[in-house]
């Protein structure tokens, strides 16, 4: 399992890939190759049978038309299906990192407070043939 630190600098990175998909097709190379890559990741990060992952495979990226009529514009339903998903990704990416991060501020002040508590008792367990040396201890 990944450490916190470890999977918001992958989902880091998978933002920063985006911005090599410049044309807006699912059949883009460079689209393509970022796909794969958040495929990877997503799976790394989150699992294979995490919600994360289902939403990702849940994005078409192109206009799922079974019929087409003369009278429509594919191409533009298609770049508008794509650039709404492509966004959504993008969006949902930065959520995910806004949440690790939150998740280990929480950790954080957890510790912080756990740490400011005094100790006032210790249990030392022991046997009965060393209470001799356990007193001494213990004084």
């Known amino acids: 399992m990944l ?8 989902l880091r990175k ?16 460079n689209f393509k190759s970022w ?6 990741t997503f799976i790394k990060v989150f699992g294979k049978e995490s919600t994360e ?13 079974m019929v087409h009529f003369n009278d429509s514009d594919y191409t533009a339903d298609h770049i508008r299906c794509f650039r709404e998903d492509f966004s959504m990704l993008k ?6 990192i806004e949440e690790i991060e939150e998740q280990n501020n929480d950790v954080v002040e ?27 201890m213990i004084e």
């Open 35 to 40: 796909r794969n890559l958040v495929e990877r």
């Open 3 to 10: 450490i916190s630190s470890e999977k918001i600098r992958l």
């Open 91 to 96: 969006s949902s990416i930065e959520q995910y």
């Open 53 to 65: 992952f289902h939403h990702f495979n849940d994005l078409n990226f192109f206009y799922p038309a």
């Open 110 to 136: 957890t510790i912080k407070v756990n740490i400011e508590k005094p100790i006032t008792k210790v249990f030392i367990s022991h046997a009965s043939r060393d209470a001799d040396i356990v007193e001494e």
């Open 14 to 29: 998978l933002q920063e890939k985006s911005s090599s998909v410049t044309v807006e097709n699912c059949d883009d190379p």
